[in-house]
């Protein structure tokens, strides 16, 4: 693998689909409902080619790994996607047999630098909305991308949330 240079290095990027009512994922963590919406589209296409690596956060990664799940919720766009995940947590399952898989304990700084140098000057993908808001509070994010699905959801983890209401510049 090539050393990564400043002009190697792609953009950190928060891609995710979001309700209408501003969640991105449903009560229990329900994602079902995005697959109504997921047919063919270009710039979907276009992130997958464009991403070289992921960072998500453990409930993200919890949340693919849910019993009863079809084996394509696992993978980062059903499959269609293949590469190096990085997976930000306090503590790291023993049961991972997925070697595309790496588990950081870093600060979110050092765990964004980590996930870049994989890229090989692709894109680094967010996934996750409590580590996107990490990301974004670091500084972290250069770019986010909003599909939104015609669809309530009602209650459900919300597209950005914060305790203290402040924005994010």
């Known amino acids: ?10 953009k950190v990027l928060w891609h995710v689909t979001m309700s209408l009512d501003g969640f991105i994922a449903g009560p229990d963590d329900g994602m079902d409902w995005v697959a109504r919406f997921a047919g063919p589209n270009p710039v979907v296409n276009q992130v997958i080619r464009t991403t070289g690596a992921v960072l998500s956060g453990r409930r993200s990664y919890n949340v ?16 269609a996607w293949i590469g190096p995940v990085f997976v930000l947590t306090h503590h790291a399952p023993d049961d991972e047999e997925d070697e595309t898989i790496t588990f950081l304990s870093d600060d979110i700084r ?29 500084g972290l994010i250069n770019e ?9 959801l009602g209650d459900g983890v919300r597209f950005f949330a914060r305790k203290a209401g402040e924005q994010v510049a």
Not at 144 to 152: C, E, F, G, R
């Open 110 to 138: 050092s765990a964004g630098a980590t996930g870049l140098r994989a890229t090989e000057g692709k894109n680094l993908l967010i996934i996750g909305a409590s580590l996107a808001r990490q990301c974004l509070e670091a």
């Open 1 to 10: 693998m090539k050393q990564p240079t400043e002009e190697m290095i792609g």
């Open 144 to 152: 986010i991308l909003v599909h939104v699905a015609p669809i309530l």
């Open 64 to 79: 693919g790994r849910k019993p009863g799940l079809p084996p394509e919720y696992r993978k980062v766009f059903g499959g």
